[in-house]
């Protein structure tokens, strides 16, 4: 298994360009997320996902957009890009959430590194 | 609603001595705790977990965490520092409730080795 991927793992905008961060997992997983990692924040989590055709807003999701057509692919788009979205963008999944009603664990991605200038 | 504080955001020990990195949580329902590992310019990496059970728990690279509901703590530890131990280290704790279970971190612990 590949995991989780993602690409690119660089990319370097200008103010007002768009662009679609991509996300494929293999694990047959129902939940996806996205994460962004910014210096003394920790993660803080975009958007996510529990399944094809249902996402919901996270933490921090505006200027981005989220779309969830297969099990497999969880893309984030870039609307506008703005110097405030320069960050790491982490892909993570996992299994639905357990009979106890809580989830187990999340695999991550490499991680995309975006500047916008 | 849940919460993860990590005191510290910089923790610098000398190679052979313990590690020792705080993790506090807040939580209405009995938590699933999480530790993850970045190396510089990796994702992260699952180093343990608790969810039920047993409170002490081992992870990967020697390292283990106690939860202790008393104290609503989580720290993590390693008895000897190595140098590939250098990395920023994240507590995290799951939601509960109708957010669908997800992960909330505390803002990392950046540990430094020094030989």
């Known amino acids: 298994n590949a995991g989780v991927t993602q690409t690119p793992k660089f990319q370097v905008l200008k103010t007002g360009q768009s662009m679609t961060l991509q996300c494929a997992q293999d694990?047959?997983?129902?939940?996806m997320s996205w994460y962004r990692q910014d210096p003394g924040m920790g993660l803080r989590l975009i958007h996510y996902?529990?399944?094809?055709?249902?996402?919901d807003q996270g933490e921090v999701p505006n200027g981005y957009n989220v779309s969830r057509s297969t099990t497999e692919d969880f893309p984030l788009r870039l609307l506008s890009a703005a110097p405030s979205q320069t960050s790491v963008y982490f892909c993570?999944?996992?299994?639905?959430?357990?009979?106890?009603?809580?989830?187990?664990?999340?695999?991550f991605g490499p991680g995309t590194r975006l500047t916008v200038l | 609603a849940q919460s993860v504080t990590q005191l510290g955001s910089h923790v610098s020990v000398s190679e052979g001595a313990l590690v020792l990195l705080r993790c506090n949580y807040s939580?209405?329902?009995?938590?699933?705790l999480f530790w993850y590992v970045q190396y510089p310019n990796q994702g992260l990496q699952l180093l343990l977990k608790?969810?039920?059970?047993?409170?002490l728990v081992k992870g990967i690279n020697g390292f283990e965490a106690e939860f202790k509901k008393s104290e609503t703590s989580f720290h993590l530890t390693k008895p000897s520092a190595h140098m590939s131990d250098a990395a920023e280290y994240f507590c995290?704790?799951?939601?509960?409730?109708?957010?669908?279970?997800?992960?909330?971190f505390g803002k990392g612990t950046k540990l430094s080795v020094k030989p």
């Open positions: 993570a999944s996992r299994d639905a959430l357990l009979a106890s009603g809580r989830a187990d664990t999340q695999y």
């Open positions: 694990m047959n997983h129902e939940y």
């Open positions: 996902s529990v399944g094809a055709g249902i996402t």
């Open positions: 939580s209405s329902v009995p938590p699933y």
């Open positions: 608790y969810t039920t059970g047993a409170t």
């Open positions: 995290a704790v799951t939601d509960y409730g109708g957010s669908q279970g997800n992960l909330i």
